[in-house]
């Protein structure tokens, strides 16, 4: 997984214009979907509950893409407005037609519960993915701290 982030970070490098293209995006292409479905296919792969690769994929955000600012702006996502005017049966085709072609997305985001503010309990509680993403880093951050570390270590470590 790491080798992945830094792999795309170093295509990023080579061309400083693609994250400006990545940022200016506002909704998901298929490519985007494809990514991000073979990202949380390789936590899923690897044993990770649906639940937690969900918290993952919010806590890795940007960094995914090599880059650690979001994406995508939230007003980007169906509205009330918006899904009032989709069928019920169109939503359940719709649903249908992303399980199959990107169950590992339809999995994370179906596994844990959404904000119930949000558009039909689709939006994801980020206070929540916040503070679960600032723990993660306050507890490495503490063990790194245990153990020692420092950053010239750490760089004579991966040569």
């Known amino acids: 997984m790491r080798l992945r982030v830094l792999s795309a970070r170093r295509a990023l490098q080579l061309h400083p214009w693609a994250r400006q293209a990545i940022e200016s995006r506002t909704t ?82 179906t596994a844990t519960a959404h904000d119930e503010r949000s558009v039909v309990g689709h939006g994801c509680d980020d206070q929540f993915e916040f503070e679960f993403a600032l723990d993660l880093l306050l507890d490495g951050f503490e063990r790194l701290h245990e153990q020692g570390w420092s950053s010239r270590q750490a760089k004579v470590d991966r040569r």
């Open 28 to 109: 998901k292409t298929a490519a985007v979907l494809d990514y991000m479905e073979s990202f949380a296919g390789m936590f899923l792969t690897g044993g990770f509950s649906a639940d937690l690769t969900h918290h993952v994929m919010h806590a890795i955000g940007g960094r995914m893409w090599g880059f650690t600012q979001e994406l995508f702006d939230d007003q980007s996502g169906p509205t009330a407005e918006s899904t009032a005017e989709v069928s019920p049966e169109a939503q359940a085709a719709m649903m249908q037609q992303m399980a199959e072609r990107y169950p590992n997305i339809v999995a994370i985001a």
